[in-house]
């Protein structure tokens, strides 16, 4: 053995030592957040402008709050008797070294009906993308190839069409409570940084099914697990910066940061490494959520309009889930009790996590075995068209190696 374990053995003391150090500091940071942000309770408007002056300067994610920040949502009543729909998608990306550019989106689709007519529909529905208008978005004289990130934009963004066509087909009893989910965010973060013409391309579609189910009256939520948003802890952030005065309209600007030219360690780095979670891990228990933020992560800001972005946190069992839902959602007190009820009593059926997304989970997942089933499909019918192969050499090597 050429590994000196009595050397490691030290090192691995003094790692331990230096957690124990770390934890004890930390939970000395999390009291004081704690207490901050219970001292600023009543002076939600002054923290909304701080967010909205800070908004361009503060190198950090913002959220805005919308309630008061002592609020804890309780639930009266759980349901027994209602309709949830839930999309979720995969993909096979074009391969380069493959015979022909295609791609493949699975869109897995769920509905369940509980109570006294219950019921259930789920499919996988696949769709091969391979023409040139499939395969690239044109702008002028520009081929922008749909691959690679821009096509999971595109999955994610056929994942949110799929979900309205179903909600629209299956949801249609207006006297139970109903609900579309979808698993992770609906802030299309990909798109941020986008090229302006990707970016528009894709939200324009997004937006309208959003719209859609706006029009149509059924509350649109996502679902996401383990989350690690920062964005409350931006506001907090705010609540410690020194430079910080809605009075004279200045909010945090870091690169001109007070502390910082003093020598000094910045005050708002008592948040530093803590998430949102951390706040309302100690303040609810289960079955109760959050106040709701609003984000003010630019894409949703600057593109979303009537459908910018609100969250809230939930504790279900050990998880603290975040749900994110529109603005016209989260402006609709019976609406928000109505997504709260409907994703806890999902996330209790499915022991933790909501069984409407692990249906359309299982229908959406394209296994390895199903994608090598895909490519010989696609093989054949090229050879039956008698279409030259042009394999690269690449891709022989791949073949040859797996039999």
């Not at 689709?109 to 978005?137: I, K, M, N, T, W």
């Not at 509350?219 to 005065?245: H, K, Q």
Request: aromatic fraction near 8%; glycine fraction near 6%.
């Amino acid at each position: 053995m050429t590994l000196n374990l009595a050397a490691l053995s030290e090192q691995l003391r003094a790692m331990g030592q230096n957690a124990a150090r770390s934890v004890a500091q930390r939970e000395t940071r999390m009291a004081q957040i704690a207490t901050r942000y219970l001292n600023e309770v009543g002076y939600e408007q002054r923290w909304a402008d701080a967010v909205r002056l800070s908004a361009t300067s503060a190198h950090w994610l913002l959220a805005e709050p919308v309630e008061p920040l002592d609020t804890i949502g309780r639930i009266e009543t759980l349901p027994t008797d209602y309709a949830v729909v839930a999309t979720d998608g995969s993909h096979i990306d074009v391969d380069r070294h493959g015979e022909v550019s295609c791609y493949l989106i699975n869109i897995g689709q769920v509905y369940l009906r509980y109570g006294a007519h219950p019921e259930a529909y789920l499919e996988s529905s696949p769709r091969l993308y391979f023409s040139e208008d499939d395969l690239y978005l044109h702008e002028d004289t520009r081929r922008i190839p749909v691959e690679g990130a821009v096509l999971s934009v595109r999955r994610d963004v056929e994942e949110g069409v799929a979900l309205g066509r179903f909600a629209a087909m299956y949801l249609n009893d207006t006297t139970i409570p109903r609900l579309a989910l979808q698993d992770g965010t609906l802030i299309r973060w990909a798109l941020a940084n986008a090229d302006e013409f990707i970016r528009d391309h894709f939200l324009g579609q997004y937006l309208n099914y959003l719209e859609q189910m706006r029009k149509i009256g059924i509350p649109v939520a996502s679902y996401i697990s383990r989350t690690r948003s920062p964005e409350v802890m931006g506001l907090m952030r705010l609540m410690f910066c020194p430079d910080v005065n809605v009075p004279a309209q200045r909010g945090a600007n870091c690169a001109q940061c007070s502390d910082a030219k003093q020598g000094k360690t910045p005050s708002c780095m008592i948040c530093q490494d803590v998430i949102d979670a951390d706040l309302f891990a100690t303040r609810l228990q289960e079955g109760e959520r959050s106040p709701i933020f609003r984000s003010w992560s630019r894409i949703s800001i600057e593109g979303y309009g009537d459908h910018q972005i609100h969250f809230f946190f939930l504790r279900i069992g050990r998880e603290l889930a975040r749900i994110e839902i529109p603005a016209w959602v989260a402006g609709q007190p019976d609406m928000v009790a109505q997504v709260h009820a409907l994703v806890y009593d999902q996330a209790m059926r499915g022991q933790g996590y909501p069984v409407v997304l692990q249906r359309a989970h299982e229908q959406a997942v394209i296994r390895s075995a199903e994608r090598r089933v895909f490519e010989q499909m696609v093989a054949g019918v090229l050879r039956q068209a008698e279409v030259p192969t042009g394999v690269s050499a690449k891709r022989e090597r791949k073949q040859f190696i797996q039999g």
